[in-house]
């Protein structure tokens, strides 16, 4: 609780400093809580060099998608990509700003953070139910030599609606079949089995507290918090770790030329390093806005924050998206036009 | 006022047309103060029915779509949109009566013990004590319920409880296992808690207005403290104990942030009680931020149209058993 929350009032001292200065030129933006303090980071450090201000509201990315729909804000922000035909028929532009993901946590005596090593099919398994105990011979034949109690397993999973458990169920019905015709992929499903607990916070206590239990909790949570992680068996059959590198290297291994709307969900991406549940957090912005010097200035932003932020984004636990990456986001901007067909962002 | 009033009425004898103003002034005051108090009192009526229209109103998809059904289906499945509000609701009046069933005798014995039989020196820090309690903010319950009572229950009285009602048919079922520590049982449990100051301090006040005459005439012909309590002071004071178990129970059904931190927000029916499952309100406040799509949003708004459907039942009942009650002792 403590960390995430220190991060959040962090974040709302910075964003609250820079409300209160009155500037030229303001852009709003709305949506998820995700990555509501790396923005809070980056626009207080943006106003200090040019004076423009962002005023962004975490109110979830359901709501930022409302927002962004009714063009009441600048830009939206949602931690679920809008499909590239959603995106089309509400003429926006989408593209990712920084990486993140989930991470399995568990609650067992004797196991060291990254002790155990877990597979899909295997993690889709213990969430559908399906394996109850800790020493089942789907787990012990992943860890040879790891001595594996025989509590019951408990599974905590989100209450809330999040970006955390659509990554987290889009991983699932990746890799499990069951899982995708039992259950699906969103930011809330229908649990088969568990315990529901609010926000990560909740995750994390109810796993800390409960023997045998097993949850799932943003990287930077479980990071900061020291939780006891467990290994993913990737897409290349390679045992990774969720550190930085290995989300990076999801984000950089995935095709995200595929579609214009750079929708894509970095689960299960291939790429020896990669860790298998990651995902980006995507802004939304009219191709056609109302205020294009607003849009302009939004758009200014983020490309300052492309050049000059990954090190506040590090040092918060975010992973900043690769180069390559950054350059096609940068050319699909061209698409976002003022009323005379120019595009309004030039570099 | 009344000083002028003689004063005037001594040394001046009073024109027709000063009466007339006086009194006319007096009939604008009186206009003004009864408009006043007028529109106060229905700016509640509208309050309310606007409140019941836009819940309605933010409903009708979700009814339209699911009908009946919604009342009677235990799936809850965003990723489908098919919703119905079966558990939420089973568990919002499961709880409730639960939590009524231990507080109701715990208070009564409280509010008893308060009035009758308490050495004086001890009624001032208990009186206190029991407001204090009821001054608690939910939340703190709630993480007083998370963090202390569900590991204690967890390690502690559910794996007892579960042991020791293996052999016995229907009990068992309901004190099945796994032992989460939380769930409806711990819900139930904090929720007791929270609305035990509630109806201890509205029986003790009601149980203070009993005549101290009717009690001890009673004493006085040899009843007994239960007697006098059963015989004298139930008969008195029952339309106010009714109403501060239904004020109890009122809360009990619209609490959110404690029962969200123990229910275990999971959308399943089970027969144990310690099985976590979910209320409506904290349904709501757990999913509404989040929901995307209008069924799911509009599910969750009809679950708030049941929630207050329910809440006005209770109230209603609450009236007719009072009206019962009052026959009855008219007889």
Redesign the interface.
């Known amino acids: 609780m403590n960390m995430s929350f220190s991060r959040a009032v962090f974040a709302a001292t910075l964003l609250a400093t820079t409300a209160t200065a009155a500037s030229a030129l303001d852009i709003s933006g709305a949506g998820a809580t995700f990555p509501y303090p790396i923005y809070a980071k980056w626009a207080d450090s943006y106003k200090k060099e040019t004076g423009n201000g962002l005023n962004y509201q975490s109110?979830?990315?359901?709501?930022g998608?409302k927002q962004i729909t009714a063009r009441t804000v600048t830009f939206g922000a949602t931690d679920?990509p809008l499909k590239p035909e959603d995106v089309e028929k509400n003429g926006f532009v989408q593209f990712p700003t920084v990486v993140g993901g989930d991470v399995p946590v568990v609650n067992l005596d004797g196991i060291a953070p990254g002790q155990l090593v877990l597979d899909g099919p295997t993690l889709a398994n213990i969430f559908l139910g399906n394996i109850k105990t800790w020493d089942d011979a789907a787990i012990a034949k992943l860890n040879p030599g790891v001595k594996l109690p025989s509590d019951?397993i408990?599974i905590v999973h989100r209450?809330?609606?999040?970006g955390t458990t659509f990554i987290f169920t889009d991983y699932l019905s990746k890799v499990s079949d069951d899982w995708k015709t039992k259950?699906?992929?969103?930011?809330?499903?229908?649990?088969p089995a568990?315990?529901?607990?609010?926000g990560n916070e909740?995750v994390a206590?109810?796993v800390t507290?409960?023997k045998g239990a097993i949850g799932y909790v943003e990287y930077a949570y479980a990071k900061q918090n020291k939780m006891t992680y467990t290994k993913m068996l990737n897409k290349d059959g390679k045992a990774v770790a969720p550190v930085a590198e290995s989300f990076q290297a999801a984000a950089a291994n995935a095709d995200w030329t595929a579609n214009p709307a750079f929708y894509q969900i970095l689960t299960n991406q291939p790429g020896a390093a990669s860790w298998p549940i990651s995902g980006a957090t995507f802004i939304l912005i009219p191709k056609a806005p109302q205020d294009t010097a607003a849009a302009a200035e939004a758009l200014k932003f983020f490309a300052w924050a492309y050049k000059n932020g990954g090190q506040a984004a590090a040092e918060l636990d975010y992973v900043p998206m690769p180069a390559t990456v950054v350059t096609a986001i940068e050319k699909a901007w061209d698409n976002v036009k003022d009323a005379a067909g120019k595009p309004v962002y030039s570099k | 006022m009344s000083d002028s009033m003689t004063m005037t009425e001594a040394q001046l004898p009073l024109s027709h047309s000063v009466r007339a103003a006086t009194l006319s002034r007096f009939r604008l005051g009186d206009l003004l103060f009864r408009n006043a108090t007028m529109l106060s009192a229905y700016g509640v009526l509208i309050l309310l029915s606007g409140v019941i229209v836009s819940l309605i109103i933010g409903a009708a998809p979700a009814l339209q779509q699911f009908g009946f059904g919604f009342l009677t289906s235990e799936k809850w499945n965003p990723v489908t949109e098919n919703f119905g509000a079966f558990s939420p609701i089973t568990g919002t009046l499961v709880t409730s009566f639960l939590a009524m069933l231990i507080a109701v005798p715990i208070s009564t014995g409280i509010a008893v013990f308060l009035t009758e039989l308490c050495p004086p020196a001890l009624k001032r820090p208990l009186g206190i004590a029991i407001e204090l309690l009821a001054g608690i903010p939910s939340i703190i319950y709630g993480i007083w319920g998370l963090f202390v009572l569900a590991p204690f229950l967890q390690t502690t009285v559910q794996p007892f409880l579960i042991h020791l009602f293996k052999p016995v048919p229907v009990l068992s079922s309901l004190f099945a296992g796994p032992p989460y520590g939380i769930g409806m049982l711990t819900a139930s449990l904090i929720l007791a808690v929270m609305v035990l100051p509630f109806i201890t301090s509205i029986m003790r006040d009601v149980f203070e207005t009993v005549p101290h005459v009717l009690k001890e005439a009673a004493y006085g012909i040899g009843c007994t403290t239960s007697e006098v309590v059963g015989s004298i002071v139930w008969p008195f004071t029952r339309v106010g104990v009714i109403g501060g178990i239904m004020l109890g129970l009122g809360r009990a059904l619209g609490e959110t942030m404690a029962v969200t931190f123990v229910i275990g927000n999971a959308h399943k029916l089970s027969t144990s009680l310690f099985a976590p499952g979910t209320t409506i309100s904290a349904t709501i406040a757990n999913e509404f931020q989040e929901a995307t799509g209008d069924l799911y949003t509009s599910s969750l708004i009809a679950l708030g149209l049941i929630l207050f459907i329910i809440t006005f039942f209770v109230l209603a009942a609450a009236r007719l058993l009072l009206v019962q009650l009052n026959k009855q002792a008219g007889k």
């Open positions: 109110i979830g990315s359901g709501g998608i679920m019951a408990v209450a809330d609606g999040s259950v699906g992929a969103n930011t809330a499903v229908e649990w568990g315990v529901g607990a609010k909740g206590n109810n507290q409960t």
